[in-house]
Structures are given as C-alpha cells and as structure tokens.
C-alpha cells in the first residue's frame, strides 16, 4: 500500500497521549449532567433491518417488537411510510420529543427504507455479506470490476488514537486488498481545518488521474465535509471524472451539535486548554460547526457521474459504545444521532443509503473486515447500476 506524500502538516510533537482521554475530558467538560436512559428491552425486525435493544420507552418497545401502537403514531407510521422525501432533523426532533428518540429513529429507517431505491441498494448489501459469511473467505472481485483502486481519506485523530476509533481505516484497508485491489492513503492532517484537508484530498484525486482504471473515495467522521469540499467544489467534472464513487461513512456532513456546545464562548475557554494541553489547536473542532458546514453543502455542486453512497449506523440507545454514550446523551436530546452526528445529517439528498442497525459512530461491530468487503462490492454494483441506468 502506498501513501500520497502530499501533505505533512502534522503536529508536530511525539504522540504519547491518548486521543481517547482528550475526547472523553472534553464531553465531560461539556456534557456533564445528562440524564440516565431508561431501558426498556426489546428486539425486532423494522422494514428489513433487525434491532436488539434495550431501547428507551414502552413505545419504541411495542415499535420493535410488532405490538399494537396507539392510533396517533400509527398514523405517523403509515404517513412516514408512504411521503416521498424524507424526514428532516425538525421532523426528527419533534418525533423524538413527542415520542422517544428511540421510536423517532426507528421512523427514520422505515421511512429511508420506504424509498425503492433504498431498499434495493440495501438488499445487494445485504445479499453481498450473506455470500461472504457463506464463503468464510475472501474471494476476488470479478474481471470487469478489477480496474477499481480506493483512496482512503482517514478521519479525525486517526494518527493519534485511529487504533482505538477506527478513523485510520486500517482494517478496511486490509480488507480490501485482500481482495486484490489497490488502495492508496491520503495524509491529511488529523486535526486541521476542513479547508485545509480538502485541498489535501483534491490533490490526492488529481494525482491519481494517471493511473489506469477508475477510483473510489472513501472518507469517515470528519474527512466526509472534506472530500465533499473537494468533490463538490475545489475539483472540477474533467478532473474527478477517473472518481467513480464517493462512499460516506458516518459522515459530519453537517457538522456536529457537540462542536456548536463545546465552542459556546461559556466553555471555549476550557475546550482550548484541553486542547492546547495535548498539543492541539481547535481547528478541526471549529471545522465542525454546524452552521458553517450546512452553508458549506448549500454551494457544492458535484459531478452527475459520482455514485454516492452512505453508510449510516444507526443505534438504538441501548446500542451505544462507551465511546459514543456521552454524545449521544447530549444529541439525543435534540434528534435521533450516533453520538457524535445527527442521523439526518449524516447523508445527502441523492445518496444511496445503507442503514447498519446497531452500529453508532465508530462501527465497532464484529465482522468489521467482512462487511467492508461487502460494501465495496455493494458501491461497485450501484456504480455498474447507476452507469447502466438501471438504477432503481
């Protein structure tokens, strides 16, 4: 595998702290007093997906597990069911005050799964993990899918502490070269600034246009606003048109509500010294707030030959990782979230989405190895479809 030396703006200090420490002191710092979640237990199928909880009220119980709903939220059900856009983060949120947010996420996947096009994407995933669990090994991919490379762009912290968040792509890395494609990996700085990553990420496109075949992209966390820059805006269609497909997963596309809190003039103060206490600036915090990164969105505009597509975990509150709780608790008070992402912000209006039940923000499920094998797989097929205009 190797490596784009294109950028090499790293902190510049020896790594001897835990990543891990320094975000868990901050959402102690920022999120102190949520309250305790109720645990309700449950397990269930909703539009094709399978829960297990707990979950958090006696509705979002019934709601996984088939029981009768009272009349006003059935309605609900069968309104989000049938409307053909989906579901905004106000529509989330009142469902979530009104209900739960158990049951308001629960809303979101039947109406996400509801959409034809999604379910059909959803089922070659699903069909594509259901083979590879079946064969137990990796198998290569077809002939006429081969021509494919993947540049990986990591997330946040990935060279401090991606061992433990997932955000070096390390495992999927190896997953997809045991499959025998190629992959490169972008440098970009872990805690710069979007723009400044972005520029990182279209250098890295640019320099692969030369290479035989067509290319995937593949970002996570808060690499997803980056690529989307780069993409949407710093390159133009002549030159992404050797990018085949973006695949988004668990992207801050619109930021975080926990950037917005922890910048709040009340607690920057402290946020900073955190920061500044382990070597850090507050750049790529900054890069996550909200409203920055929607008016970012509203102006990007990207090539009408780029499959899109969003890998989404979506947790039930008994679902969340010890990494994720203290998010969530804060998020869950405003919408549906995956403890650091709000789950309506997390993919775009044309996306393919790809819902994993259970999963939060660092997907640290088992199989993690075999389900990237599936995905990419999955985005190859949604490429060939979309291309083919057989898209459904």
């Not at 309605?75 to 049938?82: F, H, I, K």
């Not at 692969?208 to 980056?226: N, Q, Y």
């Amino acid at each position: 595998m190797n490596d784009l030396g294109l950028l090499d703006s790293q902190n510049r200090r020896p790594v001897t702290y835990s990543c891990a420490g320094l975000a868990r002191s901050l959402l102690a710092a920022v999120l102190a007093g949520c309250a305790a979640i109720p645990e309700f237990p449950a397990s269930g199928v909703v539009a094709g997906h399978e829960f297990r909880g707990p979950v958090d009220s006696a509705l979002a119980q019934a709601f996984l597990v088939g029981a009768e709903l009272p009349r006003e939220l059935e309605g609900l059900r069968q309104r989000v069911r049938e409307r053909e856009e989906r579901p905004s983060s106000a529509d989330l949120a009142e469902w979530s005050r009104r209900y739960s947010p158990d049951v308001a996420t629960l809303l979101l996947v039947e109406a996400v799964s509801a959409d034809p096009r999604q379910a059909h994407a959803s089922e070659l995933y699903r069909r594509e993990l259901e083979v590879l669990r079946r064969v137990g090994v990796p198998t290569p991919l077809p002939e006429d899918r081969q021509d494919v490379g993947v540049l990986f762009v990591p997330g946040w912290f990935y060279r401090s502490h991606g061992t433990e968040t997932g955000s070096d792509f390390a495992l999927q890395r190896a997953a997809i070269e045991s499959l025998g494609i190629r992959t490169r990996f972008v440098p970009v700085d872990e805690n710069g600034s979007v723009e400044e990553n972005a520029r990182a990420v279209a250098a890295a496109v640019r320099s692969v246009a030369d290479h035989e075949g067509r290319w995937i992209v593949v970002s996570a966390s808060k690499s997803s606003p980056e690529v989307a820059l780069a993409l949407g805006s710093l390159l133009d269609a002549r030159e992404c048109a050797h990018v085949a497909a973006w695949l988004n997963i668990g992207g801050a596309l619109r930021g975080s509500p926990l950037a917005d809190r922890a910048l709040r003039a009340s607690r920057r103060w402290w946020v900073w010294l955190l920061f500044r206490f382990e070597g850090f600036d507050l750049d790529g915090l900054a890069g996550l707030r909200t409203e920055s990164r929607r008016r970012c969105l509203e102006s990007l505009e990207f090539p009408a030959h780029l499959t899109r597509v969003s890998y989404v975990g979506v947790p039930l509150s008994g679902n969340v990782s010890d990494l994720g709780r203290r998010g969530y608790r804060y998020l869950r008070t405003l919408a549906p979230n995956d403890g650091l992402v709000l789950l309506a912000d997390a993919f775009l209006d044309g996306d393919h989405v790809l819902l994993e039940p259970g999963a939060d923000h660092f997907f640290g499920h088992e199989e993690q190895q075999r389900r990237s094998r599936a995905l990419l797989r999955t985005v190859l097929t949604l490429v060939r479809e979309d291309e083919g205009g057989t898209a459904r």
